[in-house]
């Protein structure tokens, strides 16, 4: 079964690994001369292509980035540099023998159904290379394009923008903060991007404001107990309470602790409708650059002038001189047909993240089009492994109107956290997605099964990080390093931040946590957690 991966980034890697292990024919066609898409920074903007700004840092630790049956190196950063994440990429793809079926420098020019696609599921495909056309013919697709192809800048909402005589640009434009000396910045939007530009803008521009209409919870990479924020947040323990908990509990509980390094509302920070969970921001140094007066919140913007900037509820003008939009992108597939994959207010109507509804044969797969609150390595991968089994028929998809009537309720009450409400956001968290697909596949790690057979590894797996190695402990594509990969993980956490040593040390897990995380796991058994 030949099978065409639309890109080399981590998407298409592990969707072309994960097509080897089934004994697929993958072939990855990519258009640049390199593999690691979003991660392979360069100074210029390539068409077609997503940028990084030089200074860009992972947001999920390495542990939980990791591909399921490739640990990081222990001597890695906990969170990664964009070159660090690039050689970890290189090292997966030279591994596993990855690069012999990647064609660089092709272009995917178009990608249509066949006219007998109701009975074979096969796919006409053309590229382009050194201006020259093929056509083949595969029997399945895999689209890795990712989630920031096309920056959206929507000026119709910014009325004067057209009049202001400053700069302004779309955040994908930014690399380095020096273009910002001695100016005066605003940042539109308060995402990742958005902070991190405006942090750095701090230290070489005259002022730097930060415009946000609807606030944002800030957490920093380092979390409780000095660890990683994902080690923390994303557990069997913790994901277990948050899933069980009544809607009002959840919130107050995640109220509460996002609000205990600092009160957001004291800050401005707080999201207009606390009640829904939005995507956080990831930034340790936000709340101190605002104490010291270097960063200021405001509003939205009502409206620009040649020279400055008014925002609600401020009547008085700002006076700026450049303007960064960290406005987002929009999800776009240039080689299909708009009817295949239907992208509607930045979200795809894809069953389970995965796959489009309505084709008569489940042969096309759309990797990563998706934004969890956790690492994106183990969610592509994750859907890869799933996506494959599917094409080979060893997983069968529920029938159109199930898989339709599913995508239609997740549309009905969307907001802009994950694109969805808070109980739907609870149904689709980062550990839960996880779960589901592997379970689909057969590989979700069962913790009672294990406390019986291996105690130990029983409660790593439940009170410890979910990192990915446990999707290999059972099930297809069983790795005999699973075990030894989670039993280690913390070692591979620590070894990089732990380089002096001294004479007493404490356990990675505080003690009352264990306890009270005991109670829940019997509790768990005796309502028949599975």
């Not at 590229?127 to 020259?132: I, P």
């Not at 919130?251 to 009640?275: D, M, T, W």
């Not at 105690?455 to 990915?468: D, E, K, S, V, Y």
Request: aromatic share 12%.
């Amino acid at each position: 079964m030949r099978v065409a991966v639309v890109g080399a980034g981590v998407s298409g890697l592990t969707a072309t690994k994960c097509c080897m292990d089934e004994g697929l024919e993958p072939t990855c066609f990519e258009q640049s001369q390199d593999i690691g898409g979003l991660w392979r920074y360069t100074e210029h903007i390539e068409p077609g292509r997503p940028s990084l700004y030089a200074s860009v840092i992972s947001n999920s630790s390495k542990e939980l980035s990791a591909f399921s049956d490739f640990p990081y190196p222990e001597d890695f950063p906990v969170f990664l540099p964009h070159a660090k994440l690039l050689d970890y990429l290189r090292r997966y793809a030279n591994h596993f023998g990855i690069m012999e079926h990647i064609k660089l420098g092709t272009t995917v020019v178009s990608i249509r159904k066949r006219p007998d696609f109701a009975t074979t599921g096969q796919w006409d495909v053309v590229t382009e290379a050194d201006g020259k056309h093929t056509s083949y013919v595969f029997d399945a697709v895999m689209v890795c394009t990712g989630n920031f192809p096309e920056p959206t800048i929507p000026l119709h909402s910014f009325p004067g923008i057209k009049r202001f005589k400053g700069q302004y640009f779309h955040s994908r434009q930014y690399k380095r903060p020096d273009v910002f000396k001695g100016k005066r910045v605003l940042v539109v939007g308060m995402g990742n991007s958005g902070v991190d530009i405006a942090v750095e803008a701090s230290h070489v521009a005259t002022k730097v404001t930060v415009s946000t209409r609807r606030g944002a919870w800030v957490l920093g990479r380092v979390f409780e107990h000095g660890y990683p924020w994902d080690v923390v947040f994303n557990t069997r323990l913790m994901s277990l309470i948050r899933n069980n908990l009544p809607a009002p509990l959840a919130r107050a509980l995640i109220n509460y602790s996002v609000n205990k390094r600092f009160n957001h509302e004291n800050y401005g920070l707080q999201p207009e409708k606390s009640c829904l969970v939005r995507e956080p921001v990831l930034n340790d140094d936000l709340p101190s650059y605002i104490l010291t007066g270097r960063i200021t919140i405001k509003p939205g913007v009502k409206e620009f002038k040649d020279n400055s900037v008014v925002f609600h509820d401020c009547p008085e003008e700002e006076p700026i001189d450049t303007v960064v939009f960290c406005t987002g992108y929009d999800a776009s597939f240039p080689f299909l047909e708009e009817k295949i994959v239907k992208v509607e207010n930045k979200h795809a109507c894809l069953y389970k993240y995965v796959f489009p509804t309505h084709l008569q044969k489940p042969t096309l797969a759309v990797l990563g089009l998706i934004r969890p609150l956790g690492g994106i390595m183990p969610v592509t991968e994750m859907q890869a492994r799933w996506a494959t089994r599917v094409f080979k028929g060893l997983c069968q998809l529920p029938p159109q109107s199930v898989m339709e009537k599913e995508v239609n309720e997740k549309k009905k009450n969307q907001v802009k956290w994950f694109g969805l409400t808070f109980d739907e956001v609870l149904k689709t968290e980062w550990l839960a997605y996880l779960d589901m697909l592997a379970s689909f596949i057969g590989a979700k790690p069962s913790v009672p099964r294990l406390l019986f057979r291996d105690p130990r590894l029983a409660f790593t797996i439940f009170f410890g990080p979910c990192t990915p190695y446990q999707y290999r402990l059972e099930g297809p594509g069983r790795w005999e390093g699973a075990q030894q990969a989670i039993l280690t993980q913390w070692d591979r956490i620590l070894k990089p931040t732990k380089t002096r040593v001294p004479a007493s040390t404490s356990s990675p897990y505080p003690s009352l946590l264990i306890v009270m995380g005991f109670l829940l796991l019997l509790a768990a058994l005796y309502f028949g957690f599975p």
